[in-house]
């Protein structure tokens, strides 16, 4: 191979697609190897990137890479260990990208990163969403396996940095969905209680749990942390359930499902902080509805509100609702169409 260099193209070629320039010029180059070549930014026109189908005349300037030679064999591609079904299912979930940044819709079921015997994580799948950059995309925050929604990760250093610097501060807006065991009373409030793992938990956080105390018993509390989560009922069914928005002001452990529990309505579906039944006497409900109501956690991140790390545009994503979470909504007769998308808008 040899080194880079440009070529014009000549006066006397038409217009036509460069993959075709490139295939008539250099006929040892397959069509994914040209493809590869201008994701990647190598092969480029008057000094910009460019796809395969993109159209050259007479003058332009062509970047020519370097190339193997008629007859060379190219270096061997190292096969992705993720599957053709795990890459369809991780790129399915893509809702926004661009240079930067990638937000998913983590499916519930899908774990963040490795770790107490999770093999197949959104960390792991990450070389799935490259997207011709030569860095995998890497976790700026987490979402525990069974909640779904939003999840955001970067795609180069420098957005990595500044994401992970915003988060720390504070300065995205995260709102969760979920539907209660219940109804709260009031139906807009703050949970301040504080927040402590269980000393039960197994081995590398194994079945860790998180236990609630009272603010005034923080300061006291070995390893204990202060917790502050704001929540608006948007919808109800009697005293049954309720739809509720969530704003985790602090981001522990479990918060919400803690907090929700706590305060006697826990997570439908959330077995850990709400047990498995339908009631719970003397100690608020249980998490579970009954009928056809989906026994899965109802835990959603409906959208994440925050500063573009390059471009400094505030954006706002949002996320569908996963299949067992709309079913629900549809029982109840839910509408999201209806829902605020900050109902804690002004809120002090």
Known sequence: MSGAYTRTVGADEADQRLDRWFRKHFPQLSQ???????????????????????????????????????????????????????????????????????????????????GSGQLRHVDGLADALKF?????????????????????????????????????????????????????????????????????????????????????????????KHATTDYSVLEDVGKRAAWVALVPITGRTHQLRAHMAEIGHPVV????????????????????????ISRKLHLHARSLTFEHPITGKRLHISADLPDHMASTWETFNWQVKWAPVDPFEGME
């Open 132 to 224: 011709g950059l030569a860095e995998r995309p890497r976790l700026v925050h987490r979402l525990d396996k069974d909640t779904s929604g939003v999840m955001l990760l970067a795609r180069t250093g420098r957005a990595a940095t500044a994401l992970t610097k915003a988060f720390r501060a504070r300065s995205s807006r995260k709102i969760y969905w979920a539907a209660v065991a219940g109804c709260p009373h009031p139906k807009m409030g703050t949970i301040r209680f504080g927040l402590v793992k269980s000393p039960s938990h197994g081995p590398n956080g194994a079945g860790e749990k998180m236990i609630c105390i009272h603010p005034d018993d923080v300061a006291t509390t070995e390893g204990a």
């Open 269 to 292: 579906g959330d077995g850990k902080y709400g047990t498995n039944r339908q009631t719970n006497e003397g100690d608020g409900w249980g998490a579970q509805l009954g009928g056809d």
């Open 32 to 114: 994914v190897q040209i493809e590869k070549m201008c994701r990647k930014g190598e092969i480029r026109v008057d000094g910009g990137r460019v796809k395969g189908a993109s159209r050259v005349g007479p003058g332009a300037m062509i970047r020519i890479p370097p190339l193997p030679e008629p007859g060379e064999r190219p270096a061997p591609v190292a096969k992705s260990k993720i599957s053709d079904a795990d890459t369809a299912m991780i790129q399915s979930c893509v809702i926004y990208r661009d240079d930067h940044i990638i937000a998913l819709n983590k499916p519930p079921g899908l774990a963040s990163q490795g």
